[in-house]
């Protein structure tokens, strides 16, 4: 629970990455969690088979992107700090995010749509939190980097599912 707290600190933008402890299990419970709900909300809007493989498409991109990035900065011996840190931070977006995307779905009110772009700003800035720690650029690159992270995450998994489908 104390490693839980560690890398939720990162969610609201305090805390080092080099201060975090490596957790496997915690790591294993980030995915799960991640994996469950994604297949929860993915299963809602097409079918349960679909939703299986975008979010394992999903995982995959994940950790090519991390790999990438670690790689070309030369953090590679970060690399499961990063990834429990990105997916952590994630399944707290998500806690937030679900009942939105509910409230969303079932009304026209405009302000569940603000909250909603607000909790998506929110997990665009943890990233690029996150990054600015991995490639000490300052802000912007970090930024365009975060926002690489979401378009090739969940805009490469929807096309690759599309050509898998």
Same mark, same amino acid.
């Given at each position: %629970?104390?490693?839980?707290?560690?890398?939720?600190?990162? *969610?609201? +933008?305090?805390?080092?990455?080099?201060?975090?402890?490596?957790? %496997?299990?915690?790591?294993?419970?980030? $995915?799960?969690?991640?994996v469950?709900?994604?297949?929860?909300?993915?299963? @809602? %809007?097409?079918? +349960?088979?679909?939703?299986?493989?975008?979010?394992? &498409?999903?995982?995959?991109?994940?950790?090519?992107?991390? #790999?990438?990035?670690?790689?070309?900065?030369?953090? %590679?011996?970060?690399?499961?700090?990063? $990834?429990?840190?990105?997916?952590? *931070?994630? =399944?707290?977006i998500? &806690?937030?995010?679900?009942?939105?995307?509910?409230?969303?779905?079932?009304? =026209?009110?405009?302000? !569940?749509?603000? #909250?909603? #772009? !607000?909790?998506?700003?929110?997990?665009? !800035?943890? &990233? !690029?939190?996150? @990054? @600015?720690?991995? &490639?000490? /650029?300052?802000s912007?690159?970090?930024?365009? /980097?975060? /926002?690489?992270?979401?378009?090739?995450?969940?805009?490469?998994?929807?096309?690759?599912?599309?050509?898998?489908?």
């Amino acid at each position: %629970m104390e490693h839980l707290k560690q890398y939720i600190s990162l *969610c609201w +933008f305090k805390g080092s990455l080099e201060e975090l402890p490596e957790s %496997m299990p915690l790591l294993y419970r980030a $995915l799960i969690f991640y994996v469950t709900i994604g297949i929860f909300v993915i299963t @809602n %809007m097409t079918g +349960f088979i679909e939703a299986i493989i975008q979010v394992f &498409i999903k995982v995959v991109l994940i950790l090519l992107f991390i #790999s990438i990035v670690l790689f070309f900065t030369k953090g %590679m011996k970060q690399y499961l700090k990063v $990834l429990t840190s990105y997916l952590v *931070c994630q =399944d707290l977006i998500s &806690i937030f995010a679900l009942p939105l995307l509910i409230w969303v779905t079932v009304t =026209d009110d405009s302000l !569940a749509y603000y #909250s909603l #772009s !607000a909790v998506m700003l929110w997990a665009v !800035a943890i &990233i !690029a939190y996150i @990054n @600015n720690q991995i &490639i000490s /650029l300052g802000s912007f690159p970090s930024f365009l /980097l975060s /926002l690489t992270f979401f378009l090739s995450v969940y805009g490469g998994s929807f096309v690759l599912l599309l050509l898998v489908a």
